[in-house]
């Protein structure tokens, strides 16, 4: 929160909201978070809680009707918010790249992958068509795609989806960008595919210190690739810190909820998952302070007036629960 050298992204109180029946909804409500040179950060919570439109904020892309209302956004100390269209556009795909939530709507499925990976070059990197298509086959090989040749010739469909993953991440770290932005980049494939998918992620970041922005809704995909985790829920941050200590000593109850609610993969004596009971709120109706408190097990009359803020920034760990220690 100091501003160090090392901090590409600085987003402070960043507030985004929808127009809705009676008023607004805000997606996302004060969120605070840093990511800094070669480190990964994971926003994680339930469907609905604004990891994406929090993630397409940092880039200029909130799906209309929505807006960013109040906040700030620097970009190695540039404030995005203000910055024009086309420094937003020229900063998208080359210094900050984004892998979005639905990949197979990225990739045209009238051209072939090599087709698009060659147009993308040739626009983001400047490249003649002849290296664009060498440094495809590059890329293609590096993501681990045996035969790059074919895979160039083929069409997206003729892909199974963790192909089709690797070539959306070959597309974004084709201008080796400094930030990518990962939207549930593992969500829609199967646990070994998943599994080579971040270890393929956390290779390319050890090569040149890239940053990671992780969105998923499954606490075991961040924690196993997060250096750092903003728990958002109902588009508030609940709770923030180093992911070993938020894994190891969570303080809010919806974070414990979390942990509960994860498959073990290995067979143990442990406790089953516990799933959270209830539904995520309606955004357009939440209870006053905090908002897990209709699902919450430890919930109690105080929590109706609490303000919703971290009680510390990230790297201190913070809870919006005021109420740990003193639970029965
Ligand atoms: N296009 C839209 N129009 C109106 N409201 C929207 C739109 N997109 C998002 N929202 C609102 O913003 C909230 C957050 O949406 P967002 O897509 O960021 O959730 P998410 O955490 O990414 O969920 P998921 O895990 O399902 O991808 C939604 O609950 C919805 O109320
Ligand atoms: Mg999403």
């Known amino acids: 929160m100091n501003g160090t050298a090392s901090e590409l992204l600085a987003v402070r109180d960043l507030t985004i909201g929808f127009p809705a029946p009676g008023g607004l909804l805000l997606a996302a409500d004060g ?13 994680v919570g339930e469907s609905g809680c ?4 929090t993630l397409r904020s ?9 807006e960013v209302l109040a906040g700030t956004i620097h970009w190695r100390g540039e404030e995005m918010l203000t910055a024009s269209g086309k420094r937003q556009a020229t900063l998208r795909g080359t210094e900050i790249s984004m892998i979005f939530q639905d990949p197979t709507s990225c990739l045209n499925p009238v051209f072939t992958v090599g087709n698009q990976m060659v147009e993308t070059l040739r626009k983001r990197a400047g490249l003649g068509r002849r290296e ?15 035969a790059p ?8 469909h003729e892909l199974s989806g963790g192909m089709r993953q690797r070539v959306m991440i070959a597309i974004s770290i084709a201008t080796r960008p400094r930030l990518l932005l990962a939207d549930e980049p593992t969500t829609a494939l199967d646990v070994t595919t998943q599994e080579q998918i971040l270890a393929l992620l956390k290779e390319l970041q050890a090569e040149d210190g890239m940053a990671i922005l992780l969105v998923s809704h499954d606490l075991g995909v961040i924690s196993e690739t997060c250096d750092e985790v903003v728990v958002m829920y109902a588009g508030r941050m609940l709770e923030a810190g180093y992911d070993r200590e938020v894994m190891r000593s ?26 959270i009971g209830g ?44 109420f740990e220690g003193v639970r029965s």
Request: charge should be negative; proline fraction near 14%.
């Open 31 to 43: 969120i605070d978070f840093d990511v800094a040179v070669g480190r990964t950060v994971g926003l």
């Open 50 to 53: 604004g990891k994406s439109v």
């Open 58 to 66: 940092l880039l200029g892309l909130v799906p209309y009707p929505g």
């Open 132 to 146: 664009a298509r060498t440094r495809a086959m590059e890329l293609l090989d590096r993501v681990g795609l045996s």
């Open 149 to 156: 040749e074919k895979r160039l010739a083929a069409y997206p």
């Open 250 to 275: 969570p303080r809010h109850p919806y974070t414990r909820g979390l942990i509960e609610a994860m498959p073990s993969l290995e067979v143990t004596d442990e406790e089953p998952p516990v799933p």
């Open 279 to 322: 539904q995520p709120p309606d955004l357009t109706a939440l209870p006053p302070g905090c908002p897990f408190q209709p699902r919450c097990k430890f919930v109690r009359d105080q929590c109706a007036e609490i303000p919703v803020a971290l009680d510390a920034t990230l790297a201190e760990h913070g809870s919006a629960c005021p």
